[in-house]
């Protein structure tokens, strides 16, 4: 039974949260300290905190909200921290984050996690050289599970850190100096469409309160199957190097958006872009009325949505940034993609926002909601739909072919009987007898008193097993007429 912590229904709006998705929901750790010149998982005004938040919520992809009533789930708080990156396991039970803060790094432990089913956390076990560096994004490969931090948790910036989930180890090797070095939030995603992983942005420092951009304005391509680093060259020039910004890639990996994000020291972008994969162009949408920097965000079929995040000065409100692909116009309103309506989750929830379950104690705005096991990845109602339609369909074959037999045997048994009354008619026999004993027809003689005429040298009959009429091996003779497997009707 999942249980959590009901202190209200949405989460306060901060800065800097690590957020990861499911199939159909966005999960948001608003957890925070502040530190290092930096302040993350916080809200703020006039560039000083003034509000520290510990705070685990959902976002419910699944089904239609609206921006200003959006369908978050209330999960338990966790530890603090600050600045940190998430993922969310293959089998969608965790929600594993990296970075620790220095008060919570005394041991050097690098992830917590957050089992969804339990709506409990958890420290793992591994360890680091420097687990509170800022500035490193894991990115999951869901062929393999494996998690990719590029710039690692070290002194120096050249490593790739690889946490495997299923074992709670960590794996690391040198990255080629002319790709990922002096880069820090950055921003990256799996391209499902390439089977790899892209970067784009980030800063020289991962500590300077005035970090400068980094001057390579590149997308960086990484494919984890072969290790083969490359630059991902688009048709049209990249959007303004940035850091701090939001990245996300759709479901098959065909269209990324970069959101907003920090231009340099003192100054914020506003503007959206959108990077078509398979042709490699970027479109430019129309630019936001205040600029937007740390914020979370998902991709949605054809809807990104943000929340939270600065403008330079103070911690934004709470309203998502809804923004259409197909019509590049900002929304006021989600709707769930084909088969997001339909997709069970960690939750039981098939998009009905009005459960009655008494046993649920999971605050969601507007209603509870019910808990069950994990389904597998692919599961969802609707192929339960199909194989329910390929059954009935196999039910129906078998229904119509049963009637046509019992049609058949009907029409034979009936052209039989016609056939002996014709046989009758003609002065082969008079009468005829047959007995049936459990269920199983009898061969039993009758004589029958032969009348003028002659009576033919054999006789037909009908064979109940070969489910026809017969003629018998052996001739009649003109004295007795045998009639074999006689049946009444």
């Known amino acids: 039974m999942v249980s959590a912590q009901v202190v209200g229904s949405a989460p306060v709006p901060v800065t800097g949260a690590s957020y990861a998705r499911s199939r159909t929901k966005l999960f948001i750790q608003v957890n925070a300290s502040t530190y290092q010149g930096f302040s993350g998982g916080v809200v703020t005004a006039n560039g000083i905190t003034v509000a520290q938040q510990n705070q685990m919520f959902a976002l419910d992809l699944s089904i239609p909200w609206s921006a200003n009533n959006p369908a978050w789930i209330q999960l338990k708080s966790g530890p603090t921290q600050a600045y940190h990156s998430a993922v969310v396991s293959t089998d969608e039970q965790d929600?594993?984050?990296?970075?620790?803060t220095p008060s919570g790094s005394i041991t050097n432990n690098l992830s917590y996690r957050f089992s969804i089913l339990a709506n409990s956390w958890m420290q793992s076990t591994i360890k680091v050289q420097n687990p509170s560096r800022e500035g490193v994004v894991a990115i999951k490969d869901p062929t393999s599970g494996l998690v990719y931090l590029a710039g690692g948790f070290q002194s120096d910036d050249s490593q790739m850190y690889i946490a495997n989930l299923d074992t709670d180890t960590l794996s690391m090797f040198m990255m080629p100096?002319?790709?990922?070095?002096?880069?820090?939030?950055?921003?990256?995603?799996?391209?499902?469409?390439?089977?790899?992983?892209?970067?784009?942005?980030?800063?020289?420092?991962?500590y300077s309160s005035s970090p400068s951009i980094s001057s390579q304005n590149l997308i960086t391509e990484f494919v984890p199957s072969t290790g083969a680093w490359s630059n991902f060259i688009p048709n049209n020039s990249n959007p303004s190097h940035r850091s701090e910004f939001c990245m996300a890639a759709n479901e098959d990996g065909t269209k990324v958006v970069v959101f907003g994000g920090r231009l340099d020291s003192s100054s914020y972008a506003r503007d959206i872009w959108v990077l078509d994969i398979p042709n490699k162009l970027w479109t430019q949408g129309p630019s936001l009325s205040e600029p937007r920097a740390s914020s979370a965000c998902v991709l949605a079929g054809n809807t990104f949505i943000a929340w939270g995040g600065s403008n330079g000065q103070r911690t934004v409100d709470g309203t998502p940034i809804l923004y259409d692909l197909n019509t590049n116009q900002y929304i006021i309103s989600y709707a769930p993609p084909p088969g997001y309506t339909t997709s069970a989750d960690v939750f039981g929830n098939n998009?009905?926002?009005n459960s009655n379950n008494n046993n649920n104690n999971i605050n969601r705005s507007g209603g509870r909601i019910s808990s069950s096991s994990m389904p597998g990845d692919d599961e969802s109602a609707s192929h339960s739909i199909i194989i329910i339609a390929v059954v009935i369909g196999m039910v129906v074959v078998v229904a119509v072919a049963a009637l046509v037999s019992v049609y058949v045997r009907k029409r034979r048994r009936i052209e039989y009987v016609a056939y002996s009354e014709r046989m009758e008619r003609g002065g082969v026999y008079n009468g005829g007898s047959g007995s049936h004993n459990s269920g199983n027809y009898t061969t039993r003689q009758s004589t029958s008193t032969l009348n003028k005429k002659p009576a033919p040298t054999d006789c037909y009959s009908f064979d109940e097993d070969k489910d026809n009429i017969v003629k018998p091996a052996k001739a009649l003779t003109q004295d007795t007429i045998v009639r074999k497997n006689s049946i009444q009707f």
Do not use: C, E, H, W
């Not at 992983?197 to 420092?205: M, W």
């Open 95 to 100: 929600f594993v984050t990296f970075r620790n």
């Open 177 to 206: 100096s002319d790709f990922m070095s002096d880069r820090f939030f950055y921003s990256g995603v799996y391209l499902k469409s390439r089977k790899s992983i892209i970067y784009f942005g980030g800063t020289n420092s991962a």
């Open 351 to 353: 998009g009905n926002t």
